[in-house]
Structure formats: structure tokens, C-alpha cells
């Protein structure tokens, strides 16, 4: 049984710093690719980044140069370092594994950018 469990959101100030963190179960996970995701309230599920089964990235241009996807395949763990946070930033941050036949999501984080 495949599960994504995600941590690590809470509140912080704007120009501050948070890291997510994936655990993942249920999958040979070094094969695996992963992508994360948030979403605002009222607002569109927003696709944020990708890490390939063999580290290989691609970021979506708002947060591109602020956060970083990465992966620790000993601790079956996948991250978000997120730098330079902005109010707008604010949502639940979603981890999420896709097979042919199924998407796999965490129950999410919630972020919250606020002086």
C-alpha cells in the first residue's frame, strides 16, 4: 500500500525558511519520481517541482531559484527547501506519486507566510 506522508509546514515570518519533507512507503522508492504541489485557498492546485527517479529537477518559474526539491533514497524521503518565503506562498503543500494506473497523494502541510 502505497503512502506519502508530509511534514515539516508551519508559520513563518517572509523571507524566512521552512523544510518539507515526503516519507514515502509502499514503493521501490529509488525508482520512483516525485512532484510537489500546493494549493491556496480559492486558487488551483499549482504544480511547484519534480526530482526524477535519478535526481534530475525542473521548477516552476514562481519558485524557481527560492526552492529546492531533493531526495534521500537511504531515508526513502523526498524535500522542499523553501527560501526566501513570500506571503503568497501560503497553501497546503502536497507530495505526490503518479503510477499508470493510479496518483498517489499525502494528506499535505499547511504553510502559512505571515508577519
Known amino acids: 500500500q502505497v503512502q506519502l506522508v508530509e511534514s515539516g509546514g508551519g508559520l513563518v515570518r517572509p523571507g524566512g525558511s521552512l523544510r518539507l519533507s515526503c516519507a514515502a512507503s509502499?514503493?521501490?522508492?529509488?525508482?520512483?519520481?516525485f512532484n510537489w504541489y500546493r494549493q491556496a485557498p480559492g486558487s488551483q492546485r499549482e504544480w511547484l517541482a519534480t526530482?526524477?527517479?535519478?535526481?534530475?529537477?525542473n521548477y516552476a518559474d514562481s519558485v524557481k531559484g527560492r526552492f529546492t526539491i531533493s531526495r534521500d533514497n537511504a531515508k526513502n524521503t523526498v524535500y522542499l527547501q523553501m527560501n526566501n518565503l513570500k506571503p503568497e506562498d501560503t497553501a497546503v503543500y502536497s507530495c505526490?506519486?503518479?503510477?499508470?494506473?493510479?496518483?498517489?497523494w499525502g494528506q499535505g502541510t499547511q504553510v502559512t507566510v505571515s508577519s
Open positions: 505526490q506519486y503518479s503510477t499508470i494506473a493510479k496518483d498517489y
Open positions: 526530482i526524477g527517479s535519478g535526481g534530475w529537477t
Open positions: 509502499g514503493i521501490i522508492f529509488s525508482r520512483a519520481g
